[in-house]
T-cell receptor
Framework: QQPVQSPQAVILREGEDAVINCSSS?????VHWYRQKHGEAPVFLMI?????EQKGHEKISASFNEKKQQSSLYLTASQLSYSGTYFC???????FGTGTRLQVFP | NAGVTQTPKFQVLKTGQSMTLQCAQD?????MSWYRQDPGMGLRLIHY???????DQGEVPNGYNVSRSTTEDFPLRLLSAAPSQTSVYFC????????????FGPGTRLTVL
């Protein structure tokens, strides 16, 4: 079943922070995060694994709560380049969430 | 390395026609998958493969066939195109299955009239 993301859309000024949430109705053992800019393919940001291991982007942080079946992506001091649509994905066959559109303005 | 390549980049079909979308990767990845993305929507998994000779269905497999005869190639066949299959199709591959970073191809934009 498709993970649910919130909020659906976020508008920020440069330098502001944002949190994007991902919830699943099934047990999670890892969560992926990707960003997609308009007209382009999705690009890998991060994987969070059971037990706390993280692999990915140095400037983006995330949390993974296995018991609550949730993950959150933290974007701090946002830059114009952060604009795009963010997707979480849950294995085993990677199913992507509903997406969160983030727009950062000067 | 070329990474993940997809051909064609654009395609227009008439209802009822069949065609094959090509996907190839040169990273020796065992795991490959196909997604479709409708305008303004998210990515939906069509089919995936964990290795040569092994394929499985994703969320929206109806109307599509796949096969995996080599590690490098994972073609997607549309059997009888319908307007509802108008979409952008992305192929992805990874090392380590879904424990690893997914590398996406540039996509094929398909329009069915």
């Amino acid at each position: 079943q498709q993970p649910v993301q919130s909020p659906q859309a976020v508008i920020l000024r440069e330098g502001e922070d944002a949190v994007i949430n991902c919830s699943s109705s099934k047990a999670l053992y890892s969560v992926h995060w990707y960003r997609q800019k308009h007209g382009e393919a999705p690009v890998f940001l991060m994987i969070l694994l059971k037990g706390g291991e993280q692999k990915g982007h140095e400037k983006i942080s995330a949390s993974f709560n296995e018991k609550k079946q949730q993950s959150s992506l933290y974007l701090t001091a946002s830059q114009l380049s952060y604009s795009g649509t963010y997707f979480c994905g849950t294995p085993p066959a990677l199913i992507f969430g509903t997406g969160t559109r983030l727009q950062v303005f000067p | 390395n070329a990474g993940v390549t997809q051909t064609p980049k654009f395609q227009v079909l008439k209802t009822g026609q069949s065609m094959t979308l090509q996907c190839a990767q040169d990273m020796n990845h065992e795991y490959m998958s196909w997604y479709r993305q409708d305008p303004g929507m998210g990515l939906r998994l069509i089919h995936y493969s964990v290795g040569a000779g092994i394929t499985d269905q994703g969320e929206v497999p109806n109307g599509y066939n796949v096969s995996r005869s080599t590690t490098e190639d994972f073609p997607l066949r549309l059997l009888s195109a319908a307007p509802s299959q108008t979409s952008v199709y992305f192929c992805a591959s990874s090392y380590g299955g879904t424990r690893g970073e997914q590398f996406f191809g540039p996509g094929t934009r398909l329009t069915v009239l």
